[in-house]
Each structure stands twice: as C-alpha cells, then as structure tokens.
C-alpha cells in the first residue's frame, strides 16, 4: 500500500458510467463530499467536449436558481455538480425529458442522497440511474484491477491460489484506519490527515447537513455519529444510542437519516427476513468510510499493534465495516443489480454480509480480524446453508492469517487482501 496517494487515482466508475450513459436519459453521481465526484465529472466532461456548471459555486448557483431552464436546455450532454443546491433544477430536467427522451443527456453529482431530496420522488422516477460514488478501494488506491468480487457474481468460483507477497496484519491496521477518501489519503499518516478528518467531519455537518434540515441541537450531532462510529458494523439500536448521550429517541432517528444523507454512515438492511420467524429484521449500521470511523475511535495502527483489548475490539468492528465496504465497492461497478444485507438469528448467529444476485443465488461472506478460525466462527454460515441449501453459491470467511483453504468442503476460509490481490497476478489499471 502506498504510505500516502500521489496523483489522480484512477476510477473504476468512469467505465461504468460511460456505460450507463448509452441507456440511460440521466445519470446521478451520489457519493460523500469530497469522494472524487467532481474530478469524475470534470474528466467526463474533459473527455466529451464539456464544461461543467457547478452549484457549489455561490455565483454558479445564484445565477441557476434564476433559470434553471436555460441551464438544462441543450442538445448536448449536460453536466452538473452539487445540484442538489437547486432543486427546481429537476423539475427542468423533467421538462426537457419530457421532449426528449434519448440517452446520455444529463450527468448530475451531488453530495447529498438523491432520494431524499423531496422532489427526487416525483421528478425523474424511472429516467435515472443512480451510481454511487464510494471511498477509494484498495485497488484504486494501489492501481491493481480488482475482479475478486466480478468473478463470485459471475459465477467463476473462488481462486484458492496463494499470492506471492501475502498481507501483514500491520498493513490490515494501516489499510483500514486509512479508509478511502481521496484528499486524507494525499496526507501522510498522523497529525496532518487527522486535521483533515476532523475538518471533514465538521463541515459535512455544518453545511451538508444543515442545507437539508434546521437542526435545533447541532451540537448533539458530533456526538451521536461518535456513538455511531463505535456500532459500526453492530445491528442498530435506537434506544441505546438515543439514551447513552441524553437525546429523545425520535430526535435521533431523525438526525441518523441526515447523517445518513450525506453519506457519513448508511444502513445495511437485514436480509432473508422470509426464511423463518426468528431471523432478526434489524439493520446493521456502518460508516461509509473506515478512516473516517477509525479517527472518531481515536483507533491508530499503534494502538492496534498494542493489542490493547478495548481497541482491539473497536478493530474487530472497523475491519468488518472497511470488508464490506471493499466488497460493495465492487459489487457497485457490476452491471448485474444485486442485493445486500446482513443475517442474523434471534439466537445470535450472523453472516455479515449477503449478497444476493439477480437470479437468486447467494454470495455470504463473514470477516474476522482474528489470524485463526474456530468452528464457532462458522455457525452463521451454517444457519444460511441450512435455509438456502443450493441457492448458497458461496460461503467465504475473510480473515488476517495467510493461508487460504476450505472447511466443510465449502466454506472457503481466504486471507482478507484476496478482495484486491488475486494469487500472484496483479493486473495494473491503465494510465
């Protein structure tokens, strides 16, 4: 891994989104500020002959919120940032489209959840398609082509073969306190990208957040994503959340899904609630970025390498949070549609993370920040094969130890780091 990211990374989405543009009228770039939508947009932009009209420019927006419709009419492909900062923005879409109706007209990129803008509902429902924009994988950050989750949802198999340099358990722990966002990872590690994360964090909920919703307590919101941060990858529990730091149990409903709009944290819905009555219907809740999740622990690399038991707890939790947002990384530049969720029974047995492909069958994957695996590690993966039976393709414990192998003939136990390095092949992305 590199110690701090230099240039441009290279985006797997760029592919993804000219792709979506030959079928699709408009295509909306969500993600969390800062995550590398605007450079995204601009070398679109760069690549097609177009300027981009950016809202977050005061004058750009002023001059928008005036006529939106001249903004929007055109025969060329319109390219849009931030433009959840005027909403009658979609309302001039809807009207073009209404005309006109062909592919690759619109490209919009904003920092806020497109379905909770009030008019997202009812503007543009059915001639949108949606790509989130996430933190950078490790393959990005390394320019290495990940496949490991392209080849599982096209049906490939697992690749058992060992790679040539495996992964240290002090790379997991500088990997995963490091997350993926662009701007902190160009610092170097320590006091610098620690005043990164904490400026992050406070303009996020002093601008994003409160361009949605007038918060009446703005002070409890730092607070109640620090108690998130530390039941990243737990099931969410309002009542316990809402009582350790004295807030009224609707309240913080309400100010998780603003934090939840802005992309610092996002719900992982409980999956096979169908399969019996005592499977849990509870989400699991996450941290969009595990550097993010990890400055809020105050959770380093040396603290982890201590081997401290309270942060090697709070690592079990950020290791889980930073796998699965590596798998649904991949799983977003899949042109495939799938399903994601977490199992778990009201006994306790848990998978944490199910991805279920378009023609139902299923990919289970349970990590463990532990360099070894017991048989009662596995007991979450045998309540969903007992419920799935055949419709389980695949069952894949991820861990920091170095040797791949299978327990049970199949459940295939698999170093962490195969999610972004595959055996001793490591396919270069282009320039």
């Excluded at 990129?109 to 997202?120: F, K, V």
């Excluded at 096209?154 to 002090?170: E, F, I, N, Q």
């Excluded at 500088?174 to 904490?198: D, H």
Aim: aromatic share 6%; proline share 5%; with cysteine.
């Amino acid at each position: 891994m590199r110690a701090t990211l230099t240039g441009l990374a290279k985006r797997r989405l760029a592919d993804v989104v000219e792709a979506r543009l030959a079928e699709e009228p408009v295509v909306v770039l969500n993600g969390p500020r800062t995550v590398g939508k605007s450079t995204l947009l601009s070398q679109l932009g760069e690549q097609l002959g177009r300027s981009v009209i950016d809202c977050d420019d005061p004058a750009t927006r002023s001059a928008v919120r005036d006529d939106p419709a001249r903004f929007v009419e055109s025969d060329r492909l319109v390219l849009i940032d931030e433009y959840q900062h005027v909403p009658a923005l979609l309302d001039a879409i809807k009207a073009q489209l209404n005309r006109d109706l062909r592919p690759g007209r619109y490209i919009l990129a904003g920092s806020t959840r497109y379905a909770t803008l009030p008019e997202a509902g009812q503007a543009l429902t059915g001639r949108v398609d949606i790509i989130p924009v996430l933190p950078l994988s490790q393959g990005e950050i390394d320019s290495v082509r990940e496949t490991f989750v392209a080849r599982l949802l096209d049906g490939a198999g697992v690749d058992m073969a060992s790679p040539a340099v495996p992964a240290t358990r002090d790379e997991y722990a500088q990997r995963s306190t490091s997350g993926g966002m662009p701007v902190a990872l160009r610092r170097p590690a320590g006091r610098s990208r620690s005043r990164w994360f904490s400026n992050y964090v406070s303009l996020v909920i002093d601008k994003d957040v409160l361009d949605i919703s007038r918060v009446r307590q703005r002070e409890m919101l730092p607070r109640l994503l620090g108690q998130l941060a530390a039941r990243s990858g737990q099931v969410l529990n309002m009542a316990a959340i809402s009582g350790t730091i004295g807030l009224e149990k609707s309240t913080a409903e309400n100010y998780i899904k603003l934090l939840e709009a802005v992309f610092l944290i996002y719900r992982l819905p409980a999956w096979g609630t169908t399969l019996g009555s005592r499977v849990t219907k509870h989400p699991k809740l996450h941290l969009v970025d595990s550097g993010v999740m990890a400055w809020l622990l105050n959770l380093t690399p040396e603290k982890i390498a201590q081997a401290v038991p309270a942060a090697l707890t709070d690592y079990g939790h950020l290791l889980e949070t930073f796998a699965v947002g590596e798998i649904l990384k991949q799983a977003s530049w899949s042109e495939a549609p799938v399903t994601t969720g977490h199992f778990r029974t009201e006994a306790g047995e848990e998978v944490d993370l199910v991805v279920e492909r378009d023609d139902g069958q299923v990919i289970a994957f349970e990590i463990k920040a532990g360099t070894r695996i017991d048989s009662g590690d596995l007991r979450g993966l045998r309540q969903l094969k007992d419920r799935l039976g055949t419709r389980l393709q695949e069952a894949i414990v991820l861990y920091t130890g170095v040797h791949a192998y299978s327990r049970d003939d199949w459940i295939r136990v698999l170093p962490l780091d195969r999610l972004w390095v595959s055996g001793d092949v490591r396919a270069r992305l282009g320039p």
